[in-house]
């Protein structure tokens, strides 16, 4: 079965540009999307087509994907971001696939 | 602005059949996939199976077994049945909409999710 990675946790100073990476096989071959979870609320789609964004998302928030790795990037990172993120793709089934989800701590 | 809202128990028995509803309201349910999702606590997300507003579907492998998905587009709904359920089948349970029409973009649009709690 098809897997993503990403890391358990990620560290950031507000104003700094966070990254977080997600891994899968020829995933540059796919399309990835991202999503942002904090404490007790739904996921809300931050990125999706690999680097388009939603409408009402920050500037800040981008995505790219090449080679096996997709890349959530937060520039200027906020307080208001420190959030749980969320990779997701499809296997060659159109399956739906996350990964295991990063922890963003600004601070 | 499309709205979805789960509904069903919050309590059910091991062994048995979990059943959800979800309504969509400000929108159709005709051209887009639908998904149902769920989070055990304090883990990460699992894609439960989606259904197309025609009716076809696709599961994930590891729950495809248990698992029914259908749509009734004339009450704008679609609904979850998952049986013989155990505790590893606790969890905030979430349906979604694709962003795409027609097409899989990713879940732009989500309910507010609801606790299934399967204990005797």
């Known amino acids: 079965s098809y897997e993503l990675s990403q890391p358990p946790s990620v560290s950031v100073s507000p104003g700094q540009t966070a990254s977080i990476t997600c891994s899968g096989d020829k995933l540059g071959d796919k399309y990835a999307c991202w999503y942002q979870q904090k404490p007790g609320q739904s996921p809300v789609l931050v990125i999706y087509?690999?680097?388009k964004r939603p409408s009402g998302i920050p500037e800040r928030f981008s995505g790219s994907n090449s080679g096996n790795t997709a890349t959530l990037t937060i520039s200027g990172t906020q307080a208001m971001d420190e959030a749980d993120y969320y990779c997701q793709a499809w296997d060659s089934s159109t399956h739906v696939v996350f990964g295991g989800g990063t922890k963003l701590t600004v601070l | 602005q499309v709205q979805l809202q789960e509904s069903g128990p919050g309590l059910v028995k091991p062994s048995e059949t979990l059943s959800l509803a979800c309504s969509v309201s400000?929108?159709?349910?005709?051209?887009?996939?639908w998904s149902w999702i769920r989070q055990p606590p304090e883990k990460g997300l699992e894609w439960i199976g989606y259904?197309?507003?025609?009716?076809?579907?696709n599961y994930n492998p590891s729950l495809k077994s248990r698992v029914t998905i259908s749509v009734d587009t004339s009450k704008n709904q679609f609904s979850l049945n998952l049986n013989s359920v155990t505790a590893a089948d606790t969890a905030v349970y979430y349906c979604?909409?694709?962003?795409?029409?027609?097409?899989?973009w990713g879940f732009g649009y989500w309910g507010q999710g609801t606790l299934v709690t399967v204990s005797s």
């Open positions: 259904i197309y507003y025609s009716g076809s579907t």
């Open positions: 979604a909409r694709d962003q795409g029409f027609g097409e899989l």
């Open positions: 400000g929108g159709s349910i005709s051209g887009y996939y």
């Open positions: 087509q690999d680097a």
